[in-house]
């Protein structure tokens, strides 16, 4: 069974730069993966942030970006806002399907 | 402008079924892939299938905990979705989303509907 990792929570202060990782239990991830990651505030659809590990998806801010670093998809915000302050998930694409994250709560604080 | 609109979700008993849909527009139906995503009440993101283009035969693959349960279909002609959910559990209580997706992975998503399977 393939677990993808996120941290669970995670702060950053307004202005400030946060990057959230996407791992695998077992492995590394590349961009064979195609991590994706998604935005979420509460009572909301996912909203698509970056698709195919760093092309970002339609009226996304540039404050948003995607690499892979090491072994890890990374999700990086610069000068965080408040309204940055959401659930953020990403997935990874397998020949057998997709899995995603348990997703990470940012606090911007 | 790509949208998504999910129907037919509502109250059943467990044991029961019911049959989603997702209504397309503003892209080639025919050659997307096409993923159903759920999420359990303050629970995160789980895909639960994909239907491939008709180029690829429309191939479907699930998660395991639907597989065998649960059948996805495509209507090229009416530009629709569709989730059939037999035997459904408890645990199958999610928002469903629909989404089509770029490399594999989702990029547009529907509203949502709520499935909620209880006695």
């Known amino acids: 069974q393939t677990v993808v990792t996120q941290e669970p929570s995670f702060s950053v202060s307004p202005g400030g730069t946060v990057t959230l990782t996407c791992g695998l239990r077992s492995g590394s991830v590349s961009s064979s993966y195609n991590p994706s990651w998604y935005q979420q505030t509460p009572g909301q659809a996912p909203r698509t942030l970056i698709y195919n590990t760093n092309t970002r998806s339609s009226g996304v801010p540039d404050r948003f970006s995607g690499s892979i670093l090491g072994n890890k998809a990374v999700l990086t915000i610069t000068g965080a806002q408040a309204d940055d302050e959401s659930d953020y998930y990403c997935v990874l694409y397998m020949v057998s399907g997709l899995v995603f994250g348990g997703g990470t709560k940012l606090t911007v604080l | 402008e790509v949208q998504l609109v999910e129907s037919g979700g509502g109250l059943v008993k467990p044991g029961g079924s019911l049959r989603l849909s997702c209504a397309a527009s503003?892209?080639?139906?025919?050659?997307?892939?096409l993923s159903w995503v759920r999420q359990a009440p303050g629970k995160g993101l789980e895909w639960v299938g994909r239907?491939?283009?008709?180029?690829?035969?429309?191939?479907?693959d699930y998660a395991a905990p639907v597989r065998g349960r649960f059948t996805m279909s495509r209507d090229g002609s009416e530009n629709t979705l569709y989730l059939q959910m037999n035997s459904l559990r408890t645990e199958d209580t999610a928002v469903y989303y629909c989404?089509?997706?770029?490399?594999?992975?989702?990029?547009?998503w529907g509203q949502g509907t709520l499935v909620t399977v209880s006695s």
């Open positions: 503003g892209f080639t139906f025919t050659d997307a892939w």
């Open positions: 239907i491939k283009r008709k180029i690829e035969g429309e191939t479907t």
């Open positions: 989404t089509t997706s770029l490399y594999g992975t989702p990029v547009y």
